[in-house]
C-alpha cells in the first residue's frame, strides 16, 4: 500500500496542498488543491483571513477522499514571524495580524533603545526587520496592553492551523526562531529577553522539533473528512522546509524565491560577529539544529503588486516579455528600502525613488518590471559579495528554488551578472521539503542527506551559466 503524506503550504500569495509519495526511490508530488491568499483590513489593520484559510485546508483534505487517498499524515508551513494570541478558553484574542502592517512602524528603534543591537544579535543571531514578532508583540503591548494582559497562548501560523486541527498547542522550533526571542545557544525561548521587554514568558509553548509527532486529528474533523490522519511538524517556516530540497549545498548559495528572496547558505553554528550584523545576516534555525545564515531581499513582491497596481492586466510572464523588450539600460532602485514593503501603489513608488535619485523614470510596465529584475539581481549580487566576504571564500554555483526559479530572465540575469552557474528548481520546494520530513517521522526516508539524493532523483533542475553575449562585453 503506498503512503501519502500530506503538506500544506501557504504562502504570502497562495496556498497549496500536495499529496506526496514514494515509488521506486522518487519522490511522486500530487496537488490536490490550490488556493489565493493575500492581505486584508480588518479592525483597522492588514490581517490574513485566518478563517478562510483553515477553511482552504479543510476543502484541500476532503479532495484527498474525494481522490479515494488517505493521507497518513498532514504538516502545515506558512510564512514566519506572524501569530495569534488566544485567552484561557483557547479563543482568540487578536486578530492574524499581517507583518506588512505599520503597527510596527518605529518600533525596532524604540526597542533597540532597551537592547544594543549587539545584544540582541549575539543572543538570538536574527536580523533587524522591522517587522519581527518581538517588535509586533512590542507593538501591541503599547497599542492594545490589555490583549496582552488576557493571553494566555502565544501560537504562529502554522501552530494556530496545527492547533485547529488536533487541539494541541505547541511552538515549532524553525518558525519560533523568526521571532528574534529565540537563543540560538540554548535553542529555547530567552527568558531574559522575554521578561524585560515585559511579555508574559507563560504565554510561550513548548518549543517542539520537525519530525514530532503531533498527534491525530481532532475526532470531529476526522468524521467531516470520512478519515483520520497524524498530525506531524514539517519545519513549519517555509524557507526551513524550502531549503531541506536543495538537492546539494556544497559551495552553494540558495536563493528560495518567491514574495521574498531568502539569499544565503546553510550552516552548522550560528554567525553573529560584527560583520555579520552589519550586513544583516540571520541565523534561522532549521531541521536538525542546522541554520540559515540567509537575508531577506524584497523579492517577486514587487511585481506581484505592480500586477495588482495594472489591475491583473499583465501576467507575470507578460511582464516578463514586456521587460525584454525593452531595449534601453534601466534605472535601478533599492529594492531593500522599506518603503517598498508596502507601499499605496508600488509602481508610483518605483517611479518616485527613481525621480528622487536623479535617474530616468521607467513608464511603460515593461520598464518598470525590468527596474525590478535588474534592481533584484543588483541586490543579490551585493548579498553575494557578503557572504564570500564572511566566509571567505568563492561559492561555485547558485541554485535557486520555488515559485520564481520558473523566471528564465531571472534566472539568466543571475548567471550574468553574478558569473557564477545558476541551478533552477526545484519550484515546489517548501511543500518537497514539507513532505520529506513527514517522511522521515514515518521512518520511509533515513534523514535529510537521504532526502536530498531523493530529491535529486526526482526533480527536474536546470542550468544556466553566463550567456555567450555577456561573454563578449556586450549587454544583457
Ligand atoms: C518567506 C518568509 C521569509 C520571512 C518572510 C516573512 O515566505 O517566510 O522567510 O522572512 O516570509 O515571514
Known amino acids: 500500500m503506498k503512503k501519502y503524506c500530506l503538506s500544506v503550504d501557504i504562502g504570502a500569495s497562495s496556498g497549496r496542498l500536495v499529496l506526496g509519495n514514494l515509488e521506486k526511490g522518487r519522490l511522486e508530488l500530487e496537488e490536490v488543491h490550490r488556493f489565493g491568499n493575500e492581505i486584508i483590513e480588518k479592525n483597522g489593520h492588514f490581517c490574513w483571513n485566518i478563517e478562510a484559510l483553515f477553511d482552504e485546508i479543510k476543502s484541500g483534505v476532503k479532495k484527498c477522499g474525494n481522490l479515494g487517498i488517505v493521507p497518513v499524515s498532514i504538516g502545515i508551513d506558512t510564512w514566519a514571524v506572524d501569530f495569534v494570541l488566544l485567552d484561557e478558553h483557547d479563543q482568540l484574542l487578536t ?16 526597542v533597540t533603545e532597551i537592547f544594543m543591537k549587539e545584544r540582541l544579535y549575539l543572543e538570538t543571531g536574527i536580523q533587524f526587520q522591522k517587522f519581527n514578532t518581538i517588535y509586533q508583540l512590542y507593538a501591541l503591548k503599547k497599542q492594545q496592553p490589555e490583549l496582552l494582559e488576557k493571553a494566555k497562548t502565544f501560537l504562529m501560523i502554522p501552530d ?8 494541541k498547542k505547541t ?8 521571532t528574534q526571542l529565540i537563543n540560538a545557544f540554548t535553542r529555547n525561548w530567552d527568558k531574559d529577553i522575554i521578561r524585560e521587554l515585559g511579555f508574559n514568558y507563560e504565554m510561550f509553548q513548548e518549543i517542539k522539533m520537525p519530525k514530532t509527532v503531533l498527534g491525530p486529528i481532532k475526532k470531529e474533523l476526522a468524521a467531516e473528512f470520512g478519515f483520520t490522519m497524524d498530525v506531524i511538524l514539517p519545519a513549519t517556516h517555509d524557507t526551513g522546509s524550502a531549503v531541506l530540497a536543495i538537492p546539494q549545498l556544497e559551495d552553494t548559495i540558495y ?6 528572496s531568502l539569499i544565503g547558505v546553510e550552516n552548522y553554528f550560528p554567525i553573529c ?33 505592480v500586477r495588482r497596481n495594472y489591475s491583473n492586466r499583465y501576467s507575470f510572464s507578460d511582464l516578463v516579455e514586456l521587460s525584454k523588450a525593452v531595449t534601453e539600460t534601466t534605472a535601478l532602485v533599492n529594492v531593500d528600502d522599506s518603503r517598498f514593503l508596502k507601499p499605496e501603489n508600488m509602481v508610483e513608488e518605483i517611479q518616485g525613488y527613481c525621480m528622487e535619485t536623479g535617474q530616468k523614470v521607467p513608464e511603460s510596465p515593461g520598464e518598470i518590471a525590468k527596474c525590478i529584475f535588474e534592481s533584484l539581481v543588483n541586490s543579490y549580487q ?27 530572465l531571472l534566472n539568466q540575469l543571475i548567471a550574468d551578472t553574478t558569473k557564477k552557474e545558476v541551478f533552477a528548481g526545484p519550484v ?46 556586450g549587454v544583457v
Open 95 to 110: 486578530d492574524a495580524v499581517a507583518y506588512r502592517d505599520p503597527r510596527t512602524d518605529g518600533v525596532m528603534e524604540e
Open 160 to 167: 494556530y492551523l496545527h492547533f485547529l486541527l488536533t487541539g
Open 171 to 178: 511552538n515549532e522550533y524553525t518558525n519560533a526562531t523568526s
Open 255 to 260: 536563493i528560495s524565491s518567491g514574495t521574498w
Open 273 to 305: 560577529v560584527t560583520k555579520a550584523l552589519d550586513y544583516n545576516f540571520t541565523n534561522e534555525g532549521g531541521m536538525d539544529y542546522q541554520f540559515r545564515f540567509l537575508k531577506n531581499i524584497m523579492g517577486l513582491w514587487m511585481i506581484q503588486e
Open 382 to 408: 551585493r548579498a553575494v559579495f557578503e557572504i564570500e566576504d564572511i566566509f571567505e571564500k568563492e561559492f561555485k554555483s547558485i541554485n535557486v528554488i520555488g515559485g520564481g526559479s520558473q523566471n528564465e
Open 428 to 473: 515546489e520546494a517548501t511543500a518537497i521539503g514539507n513532505l520529506v520530513v513527514q517522511l522521515i517521522a514515518l521512518g520511509e526516508i533515513a534523514d535529510i542527506k537521504e532526502a536530498r539524493r531523493i530529491v535529486q532523483q526526482s526533480f527536474e533542475v536546470k542550468k544556466y551559466v553566463k550567456s555567450e553575449v555577456e561573454k563578449q562585453g
